[in-house]
């Protein structure tokens, strides 16, 4: 089992900054993908950005420029710098894992935090 503690949300101005961290513990393995999504109430969950174990990231095209997703291995844990941010970036921001120990690949998600961007 896999735990997915996040931590950094709450309230900023616009244009102003947070850093999200997620901290993984439990039976890690050295393969995963790590994730962070996003979602209001009455949308679906989207994607925000992702990093795999091999440092290969990528970005949802309205956050590309202004936030960046980092790992620290050695505390097993992810980070989402963001800046620049937007009223229309407020949302609940949860973290998520996969990770594939022989045959099957396993998912795994935090409990969220909430993230306001408002005036």
């Known amino acids: 089992q896999v735990r997915l503690v996040e931590s950094g949300g709450g309230l900023v101005q616009p244009g102003g900054s947070l850093r999200l961290s997620c901290a993984a513990s439990?039976?890690?393995?050295?393969?995963?993908?790590m994730g962070w999504y996003r979602q209001v109430p009455g949308k679906e969950r989207e994607l925000v950005a992702m990093?795999?174990?091999?440092?290969?990231?990528n970005y949802a095209d309205s956050v590309k420029g202004r936030f960046t997703i980092s790992t620290d291995n050695t505390k097993n844990t992810v980070y989402l710098q963001m800046n620049s941010l937007k009223p229309e970036d407020t949302a609940v921001y949860y973290c998520?894992?996969?990770?594939?120990?022989?045959?099957?690949?396993?998912?795994?998600w935090g409990q969220g935090t909430q993230v306001t961007v408002s005036s």
């Open positions: 998520k894992r996969e990770q594939t120990p022989g045959w099957t690949t396993f998912t795994y």
């Open positions: 439990g039976s890690l393995v050295s393969l995963y993908v």
């Open positions: 990093i795999t174990s091999e440092g290969r990231s």
